[in-house]
C-alpha cells in the first residue's frame, strides 16, 4: 500500500475522469494494485470524494487515517478487523460505530473517526482469488498524520508476549520497512 502512480492537478481532473481511468493507482507493483481511485470532485482541503475499487487485502497491520471519512459499499464487500479496548483483534463485516440499513436501502453506509484503526480484508472466491469491492468514501479534512500500528512485544523467544503497539508513519511503513521487522 505505498506507492502511487498519478495524482492528477485539479486542472487534469475531469478530463482523467471522464476517460474512465483511475486518478491514482495505489500499490507497489501497479500491475497488480492494492487500490484504484477516483475523485469524484476535484481534490481540496475541507472535503473530499472519492471512489475506490479495492482489488486486494489492507497490509497486515492496523492502520488509521488523517481524516474522519464516511463509507459506502457500492457493489461487494469487505471484512473490517479491528481492535478491542483489550488489544484483541475484532472482525466486523462492514458494520460497526454507525451503519444505516433499511428494507428500502441495502447498503451499508459506516462512519471512521480519523483515529480508527482498522485493516480491509476482501472476500475469498473458491479458486483463492479475492472479490474486488467498491466504495464511495466521503472524507473530512486533514486533521492529523495517518499511519500503521505495529505490535510491540517484552520477552524473547517461548515468553514473547504483546505488550501494546508503537505508531509507525506511512511514508516509513511503505517505504519498505513495514513494522521493523527487515534492518
Given at each position: ?51 475506490h ?22 457493489r461487494g ?11 484483541k483483534?475484532?472482525l466486523r463485516?462492514?458494520t ?6 433499511s ?54 523467544y517461548?515468553?514473547r ?11 516509513q511503513?511503505t ?5 521493523g521487522?527487515?534492518?
Open positions: 500500500m505505498s506507492a502511487t502512480s498519478y495524482r492528477p492537478s485539479n486542472r487534469a481532473w475531469l478530463s482523467r475522469l471522464l476517460s474512465r481511468q483511475p486518478h491514482q493507482t495505489i500499490g507497489e507493483d501497479p500491475n497488480d494494485p492494492y487500490l484504484l481511485r477516483w475523485y469524484v470532485i476535484p481534490r481540496n482541503r475541507f472535503i473530499n470524494v472519492y471512489l475499487k479495492f482489488m486486494r487485502d489492507d497490509a497486515d497491520t492496523l492502520h488509521d487515517h488523517p481524516w474522519w471519512f464516511v463509507s459506502l459499499i457500492l464487500g469487505y471484512i473490517e478487523h479491528t481492535e478491542s479496548p483489550d488489544r483483534m475484532v463485516c462492514r460497526s460505530i454507525f451503519d444505516v440499513r428494507p428500502w436501502w441495502r447498503r451499508c453506509i459506516a462512519f471512521r473517526p480519523a483515529t480508527w484503526r482498522h485493516q480491509v480484508v476482501l472476500p475469498h472466491t473458491p479458486d483463492g482469488g479475492r472479490v474486488p469491492c467498491w466504495t464511495l468514501i466521503i472524507t473530512g479534512r486533514n486533521t492529523r498524520t495517518w499511519g500503521f500500528w505495529c505490535p510491540t512485544y517484552s520477552g524473547l517461548t515468553n508476549r504483546r505488550v501494546g503497539e508503537r505508531f509507525v508513519p506511512w511514508q511503513f517505504s519498505g520497512a513495514g513494522c521487522e527487515v534492518a
